[in-house]
Structure formats: structure tokens, C-alpha cells
């Protein structure tokens, strides 16, 4: 069957656009390995900010919205991105002065689209306040990230001791 140049073409085109088309696909399998370390960067990132009291490493580390929620084990919750601000000047006291932290035993779940997970681990945040130890040694932490805009950030979490 001979068929006339233009439809030779067109068929050409939808090839190409196809094999195309499959090899940005490929591009975008979900690599877990990756997705996990850059969801560790951003866990560190909610204690190293204070470190050097860098607020906006934080504030990009947590969704910025009335729907995020921070639990402490001093009967504290936070609804929203504009309570935690609240407490910048707290945290940015000389009288505070972040020394380390450690994440370990750290698990973490991806709901089925990928772009939500969830997680536990022990933490040790190493700190002091006013000179006098103030860590968080062996504290559970949980929560819940979120793939916002190609970039993960913690949308809820919650800090408890064991009793």
C-alpha cells in the first residue's frame, strides 16, 4: 500500500512525538532514594536554622499556611504558619543558643501519589538557654511532609517524651 508523503509525515511526527513523549516519563519515575534525602535536608533544617538564627531557612523548611501544626511536649500547639513567627523572638534570644541535633531510627511513608509522607524517628536536640542545658534527648518526633511546588516541607509534626 503506498501511501501519499503527508500521511508518511504525519506518521513520522507522532512517532517521534511519542518516543518523545516516553522518555520524559522516564525523566520523572519517582526516585525514592532522592525524594528521602531531600526530605531528611529539610528535617534538618528545622533545627540547624538555629544554629546561625537563619528564619528564613526555617520558614521555607515549614508550610507557610494556616494549616500547618506544631505539637511540644510542654502542652503547646501551634495552628499555623503566623502563631510559630510569633515566637521569632524567642528563638532568636541570645539567651538561646542551638548546639546539634541527631535524627535516627528514622522511618518514612509515601502515601500512593507520592507527593505526601509521613514519618517518625528519635530526636536529640542540643541546646542551651541562658548558658544551662535545655536539650530534647531521645524525644519521639512525627509528622507530615508535603511536596509543595517541587519542594518538601513539613505541613504537621509532634514532639513527645516518653512517660
Not at 517521534?16 to 519515575?29: G, H, L, R, T
Not at 531521645?138 to 516541607?153: D, M
Request: proline share 3%; aromatic share 16%.
Amino acid at each position: 500500500m503506498n501511501m501519499p508523503p503527508v500521511i508518511r509525515i504525519n506518521l513520522l511526527l507522532f512517532l517521534i512525538m511519542a518516543v518523545v513523549s516516553c522518555d520524559k516519563k522516564a525523566e520523572q519515575v519517582f526516585n525514592e532514594d532522592k525524594e528521602i534525602q531531600l526530605m531528611k535536608q529539610t528535617m534538618d533544617n528545622i533545627f540547624e536554622w538555629a544554629v546561625n538564627k537563619d528564619f528564613s531557612l526555617f520558614y521555607n523548611s515549614i508550610a507557610n499556611d494556616s494549616g500547618f501544626i506544631s505539637v511540644t511536649p510542654y502542652d503547646r500547639v501551634k495552628f499555623g504558619f503566623n502563631e510559630v513567627r510569633k515566637d521569632s523572638s524567642f528563638w532568636g534570644s541570645p539567651d538561646f543558643r542551638a548546639i546539634s541535633h541527631e535524627l535516627r531510627d528514622l522511618h518514612i511513608n509515601f502515601a500512593k501519589n507520592k507527593d505526601v509522607a509521613w514519618f517518625f524517628c528519635y530526636l536529640d536536640d542540643i541546646n542551651e538557654w541562658k548558658g544551662q542545658p535545655a536539650n530534647w534527648e531521645n524525644a519521639r518526633w512525627t509528622g507530615v511532609l508535603e511536596k509543595r511546588k517541587g519542594k518538601w516541607v513539613v505541613v504537621q509534626q509532634h514532639f513527645s517524651f516518653a512517660s
